[in-house]
């Protein structure tokens, strides 16, 4: 093998094998799809028997959830770890490369937040303008306050038709409004028609990203759920056998479902007509076999005019997935013919959001991913870990919003580094949100007992000067002569993961007095 080879073959080794075996080369070759060195400073030991999946948060009804215990078990599964933290580092260096392919990347963002900020600050006109466009075209239009309202209209529609059965696309709405479970609990059979969708169903799991939700999962894990559920042969994990035996038990039910749902991705109020984008065309199919078409869509989609659709679409699937065009973009005008056409659209929490001052913003939100994909906690952790509808930085952001007590830990889940802002594609202020959670969350009494008590500690011990320096120069002290054993313990959760750096011989402020006379 000539020495050109080398460092393909020692990228290859480095990936995780699911990476690259799909990986290609020619992206490998260019030395840019590897260069994450954390992603690859762990090799992991090929083993034979499967890695099982880790699950994600524990979930006990109103109780605050504790994303970072769940965080410890994904860590702990290296398999999935390296997996998760590569497939994603992949993305967002996709989305960076295309993204410097546009010169006027950086102005499509600011126009994107600017259209956005006065839609939502216009919201009432632009959605009466949108109900009267599209009552016009023909379709039905509801107004649902949560989610619960939205389910018994959706139920009352099928009711209606008869319907038994519903196939759908991906929606994080509907997520948010516990659809699937309802439907279970009034006898509607539900059908996701999104592969990596179709998997979270059939193993009982919610989505754990916006755009890919089952990215977590290892090729095993699914061949282990769809030889359960499917039938199909455990030990067989190979992606073209899964896709079809998949595709072979689904497609009878999609053809005999009796009515389709969509969500949306944009809403157009000037025309009366919605957007929906993916990239298996799975929407188009749930939204042309039945002849009742129902979308579902969260009243922040609304975008004033067509022409504004445009900029959008250049930064929606740029930010996601690092392509330049979702494989579908279909535009839904009103019912075909012989066919029926319902929208509801769904405020469950929007219109309070809107009204919070720091936190209205969390409205332009596209729902592209970026900002997980780019995300160092996110990457680690896995999308389950964070036990709510919505991971990543702009989970931490829209959680609280729905229930404060119950994800207040959240917002403690970053590093508030800021690259989430610096990828988001409308220009949300995502660190800066997160931050001013933390706030709320002191303010109002939800921080554990541990973390008030240490903020407490270090707020005496900051507002006293000379027992601050007396402290530092001590704990310097400390750390150098102290057993390993007692610093890094059971006791002291930071340093699991992490080595204190060496302390120096002398503080900063000792210096300057030794060298500059007194500060
Ligand atoms: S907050 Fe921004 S980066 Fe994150 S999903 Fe929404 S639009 Fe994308």
């Known amino acids: 093998m000539s020495d050109t080879h080398a460092p393909v073959q020692a990228a290859g080794r480095m990936l995780h094998p699911e990476l690259?075996?799909?990986?290609?080369?020619?992206?490998?070759?260019?030395?840019?799809?590897?260069?994450?060195?954390?992603?690859?400073?762990?090799?992991?030991?090929p083993s034979s028997a499967?890695?099982?999946?880790?699950?994600?948060?524990?979930?006990?009804?109103?109780?605050?959830?504790?994303?970072?215990?769940?965080a410890n078990r994904f860590i702990a599964a290296p398999q999935h770890e390296k997996m998760h933290d590569e497939r994603l580092w992949d993305l967002r260096q996709k989305r960076d490369r295309v993204m410097h392919r546009i010169p006027e990347w950086e102005e499509l963002r600011s126009l994107a937040s600017a259209i956005k900020e006065h839609t939502l600050t216009h919201l009432d006109e632009y959605l009466d303008r949108f109900e009267a466009n599209a009552r016009t075209n023909g379709i039905h239009v509801h107004w649902a306050r949560d989610g619960a309202e939205h389910n018994r209209i959706v139920h009352d529609i099928l009711l209606d038709h008869g319907a038994a059965s519903l196939i759908k696309s991906k929606s994080m709405l509907t997520e948010e409004c516990g659809f699937r479970d309802?439907?279970?609990?009034?006898?509607?059979?539900?059908?996701?028609?999104?592969?990596?969708?179709?998997?979270?169903?059939?193993?009982?799991e919610d989505p754990s990203h916006?755009?890919?939700p089952a990215v977590h999962k290892l090729r095993t894990d699914v061949a282990q759920v769809f030889a359960k559920?499917?039938?199909?042969?455990?030990g067989n994990s190979n992606v073209h056998y899964l896709a079809e035996a998949q595709r072979e038990a689904t497609r009878p039910l999609i053809l005999e479902a009796d009515a389709g749902m969509t969500g949306a991705n944009f809403v157009v109020a000037e025309t009366g007509t919605f957007v929906v984008c993916t990239n298996e065309g799975n929407a188009d199919l749930s939204a042309n076999v039945p002849k009742l078409h129902i979308a579902s869509i969260g009243i922040e989609k609304i975008i004033p005019r067509l022409e504004h659709l445009a900029v959008f679409v250049r930064l929606l699937s740029r930010s996601a997935l690092g392509s330049p065009m979702t494989q579908y973009t279909s535009h839904f005008r009103g019912p075909r013919a012989g066919g029926e056409m319902h929208v509801v659209l769904v405020d469950n929490g929007r219109s309070k959001r809107l009204g919070m001052e720091e936190f209205w913003t969390s409205l332009k939100c596209i729902r592209c991913g970026a900002c997980m994909n780019t995300c160092p906690v996110y990457r680690r952790s896995g999308g389950l870990s964070y036990g709510?509808?919505?991971?990543?930085?702009?989970?931490?952001?829209?959680?609280?919003?729905?229930?404060?007590?119950?994800?207040?830990?959240?917002?403690?889940?970053?590093?508030?580094?800021?690259?989430c802002t610096n990828v988001c594609p409308v220009k949300i202020n995502i660190h800066e949100q997160i931050a001013a959670w933390r706030k709320v969350m002191a303010e109002h009494h939800e921080l554990p007992l541990i973390k008030k008590s240490a903020m407490k500690a270090a707020g005496a011990l900051l507002a006293r000067p000379t027992l601050y320096r007396a402290a530092i120069a001590s704990a310097d002290v400390a750390l150098n002569v102290l057993p390993h054993f007692v610093i890094y313990n059971r006791l002291n959760a930071w340093g699991k993961h992490r080595e204190v750096p060496h302390a120096p011989r002398q503080t900063f402020h000792a210096w300057y007095r030794n060298n500059r006379g007194t500060p």
Do not use: C, W
């Not at 690259?20 to 030991?45: C, F, Q, Y």
């Not at 309802?182 to 009982?204: C, F, H, P, W």
């Open 210 to 212: 916006v755009v890919v």
């Open 20 to 45: 690259a075996a799909a990986s290609d080369e020619s992206e490998v070759k260019n030395g840019r799809r590897l260069d994450h060195a954390e992603g690859t400073s762990h090799p992991i030991r």
């Open 50 to 70: 499967p890695e099982p999946q880790p699950r994600g948060a524990r979930i006990r009804g109103n109780h605050r959830i504790s994303q970072s215990e769940a």
């Open 182 to 204: 309802y439907m279970a609990s009034v006898g509607i059979k539900v059908i996701e028609t999104d592969l990596g969708e179709r998997i979270q169903q059939l193993d009982n």
């Open 388 to 419: 709510a509808t919505y991971s990543g930085p702009i989970g931490l952001i829209i959680d609280p919003t729905f229930n404060r007590h119950k994800y207040s830990a959240l917002p403690f889940s970053s590093t508030l580094n800021g690259s």
């Open 229 to 234: 559920t499917l039938g199909t042969d455990a």
